[in-house]
Each structure stands twice: as C-alpha cells, then as structure tokens.
C-alpha cells in the first residue's frame, strides 16, 4: 500500500488543540499529515507542535501553495487521499458548503478530489441554527462526511451538542475513509469479540478471560481495508471502534441472535469471541442469598453459533486450545465445516488473552499449516485477513 497522506484543516475553534493528539495519533498510524491552519487556528495552537508531531511543514497561507519548496512539489489538493477538517468552526463549514475559498484551508476544500470528512466544534446555539444545518445538509448530500459533533460541556461554561467528536471516533471514520479502496472493498464482514456472560442471577454471571482484543483488532483492520464491518461484541473496557457498525451483546444467546441476523448479508464470518460453551439453565430471577454448605448451579450447553450458522460463503474459527494444538483445531475445522481456524495455543503465558500480541497456527480445509511468529494483535489480524482475502476469491469462483 503507498503511503497514505491526510491533509489536516485545522480552524479557530477552542477544540484545535485536541487536533494536535490526532495530527499524532493518524502519524503514529504510519500516515503522512499535512496540517493547513487558518489564521485563527494559529492564535489557539502552535504551529511548532503540529510540524513536530508529524515531520511536515504546517501550511497557514496561500503563498506557500506556490512555495517551490511545499511538500514534494504538490499541491496539497492533489497530493491528499483524505482531507480532514477538524476542528471546523460554523464559518469554515459554511465557505466549503458555498465554495469560497479565501484561505488555504477552503482553498483545499475546493481544488481537492480527495473525500472531504468534518468533524465539527462550535457553540451549541451556532451548531442548531438553520444556516448552519443547511450547510451541514448541502455538504452531506454531496457526499462529505460528518464525525460528530457529541453533546457535553463546551468550552463556554454550557452544556449541549457542538463539542468536537472524541479522536478515537474521528480516527475511525478517517482510517474507514483511507481504506475505502482496499482489498475488502464492498465485503461485508460480520466479526465477534470478546467473551459472553451467562446470567446466574440479576447480579452474578458467569463469564471468562477474554478482553476483546484479537476480535477488536481484526475488525479495525479490516475496516481499514474497506470492508462493511459488522462487529458483535460482548462486554469489554476497550472504547467501542467507530467506523463500523457495532452491536453490543451480553449473552451467548445474544451473540446467536446479533450473528443469525447479520449472516444473510455477510461474506465472511470471523468468530473471534469466546462464546460460553454452558450457560446456568435457570438464571434465578431475585439474588441469591447465601445459605450454609455448597452451592450447586446447573448448567445447559449453549448452542454453537459457528456450527448452526453455515449461510455464510466464508466462515473462519478461532480455537483456544492447551494441549494437542494441531488435532484439535483440525477437529473442529472439520465439526463445524469451516473454511480456516486461528489456533492459540493458550498454555504460553507471552500471548493470548489479553496480551497486545499473539502467534497462532491457521489450518485450512486443504489441511495446509502455518505458523506465524509472534506478532502484534493487528499484524495477525491482517495475516488472517489476507487468507480472508484468498478465500473470498476462492468462493466468489465457485
Ligand atoms: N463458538 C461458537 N459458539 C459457541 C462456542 C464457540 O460459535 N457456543 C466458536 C468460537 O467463537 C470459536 C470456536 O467456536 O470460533 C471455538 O470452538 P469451541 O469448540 O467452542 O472451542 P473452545 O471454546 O475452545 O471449546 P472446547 O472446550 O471444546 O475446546
């Protein structure tokens, strides 16, 4: 993939300084950032920390659009695969939505072919008056995309909508736009996440390990490479991913249901979550008290999602196993007539659950094995991605 080169417009609106943690987080993202500011912009934030941050000059006048020396001789306009306005005041929407272009920031706008995404932040009053919704219409109509603005406390003392989107949502939907012409393009992808909860009473469940990681990881990266991600997650302390549809869900019954209804549509089903096999089979409606001697709660099977659910022209399995690694992935590959399994093996202590990084073994239906080192969560994500990849070729063949 070639580099990747967001131009960042960045206007007068107190929130400018959060756009210096996105300028970092979009270069930490192996992104190049070009950041144009507009002469309020200046006042608010310094120039130093954006050009620090990313290695690239920060553009704030028209003049250096002529500048021999601007960023490898092009244009920003041209040389942009995203241009993201964010912080954008009430007037830079405005100018774009009308065409002006009397600043480098909506001269950009204007000469670029690049998808335009906005993440606005203003006054509550400015954000809800007409002029500024039409404008925000006008814009989305012609395709620009909006992340945010939420509702909280303003810069101003109040309370209402204006304030600038978090910079994990605004990442989401620029990494979902930068990756729009991947190799899933037009795939729809239905993943699951974490572990699921069986209710014993109101209060008390019965749960595992898992934290979500593996499965968040493989559906941030296939996002980035363009596909429609449908992500059911059950319960985790990671921030919710944006720039996909995401359905939280609590129980292993949930889970079958969010995936029995996503499957018709989906290409590939990814089952990263660690579903509970059992489930207490009366979960008991009031808390229990406890009383002397042991407890005992039956349990029930749950039923198998990845065994009952086969519309789905790709279906791959994660198999978490601690001895006879090999043999018992390959069974379940075969049990549940899947196309590819991720094997861990979970007696390491350096991967697996909740580590940021994982080795794994994928066995697929020809019998074919492969080891990976140990690798980052999303570098496996994209290992098991590019067989995703395969596959789908392969079915879509058939
Ligand atoms: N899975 C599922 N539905 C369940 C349980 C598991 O779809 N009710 C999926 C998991 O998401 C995973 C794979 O099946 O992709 C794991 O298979 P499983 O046979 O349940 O393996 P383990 O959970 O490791 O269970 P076992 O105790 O049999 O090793």
């Known amino acids: 993939m070639h580099e990747r080169h967001v131009v960042l417009g960045v206007s007068g609106s107190i929130a400018a300084y959060k756009a210096v943690d996105l300028a970092s987080k979009l270069t930490q993202a192996g992104v190049a950032v070009h950041v144009v500011m507009t002469e309020a912009a200046t006042k608010l934030v310094g120039e130093a920390s954006f050009r620090a941050i990313t290695g690239y000059p920060v553009s704030t006048s028209m003049f250096e659009l002529t500048n021999p ?42 000469a670029t072919r690049a998808p335009i995404l906005i993440a606005p932040a203003m006054h509550t009053a400015m954000w809800e008056n007409a002029a500024t919704q039409a404008n925000v219409k006008t814009l989305r109509e012609r395709g ?182 090999l043999e018992n992935a390959a069974q379940k590959l075969d049990a549940k007539g899947l196309d590819l399994i991720v094997a861990n093996d979970i007696s390491r202590p350096d991967i697996g659950f909740a580590s940021d990084h994982n080795a794994c073994t994928l066995i697929d239906r020809s019998g074919s094995i492969e080891n990976t080192p140990i690798l980052s969560k999303r570098e496996v994500a994209n290992h098991i991605l590019d067989r995703v990849v395969g596959l789908l070729d392969r079915a879509a063949a058939k």
Do not use: W
């Open 144 to 325: 620009v995309g909006f992340v945010g603005p939420d509702e909280g406390r303003l810069a101003s003392g109040g309370y209402g909508a204006g304030r600038f989107a978090p910079v994990p949502d605004i990442l989401g939907e620029a990494h979902k736009l930068l990756g729009a012409n991947g190799d899933l393009a037009s795939k729809k992808l239905v993943i699951t996440a974490g572990g699921t909860r069986e209710a014993i009473d109101p209060v008390r469940f019965l749960g595992n390990r898992s934290t979500g990681k593996m499965g968040v990881a493989l559906a941030k990266a296939a996002r980035d490479r363009g596909a429609d991600v449908t992500l059911i997650s059950g319960p985790t302390d990671r921030s919710t991913p944006t720039g996909m549809n995401v359905i939280p869900i609590t129980s292993a019954d949930d889970m079958l249901r969010a995936v029995q209804d996503a499957s018709p549509e989906a290409d590939a089903l990814i089952m990263a979550a660690a579903v509970a096999d059992y489930a207490p089979a009366k979960p008991s409606p009031e808390k229990l008290k406890k009383e002397d001697g042991p407890l005992s709660i039956d349990l029930e099977r749950t039923i198998d999602i990845l065994d009952s659910v086969r519309n789905v022209p790709v279906r791959v399995g994660f198999a978490a196993e601690s001895q006879d690694l």
């Open 69 to 110: 020396h601007s960023i490898e001789h092009i244009s920003l306009s041209e040389i942009a695969d995203l241009f993201l306005i964010a912080p954008a005041t009430a007037n830079v929407i405005a100018k774009v939505a009308v065409g002006l272009a009397d600043d480098l920031l909506t001269c950009t706008a204007l």
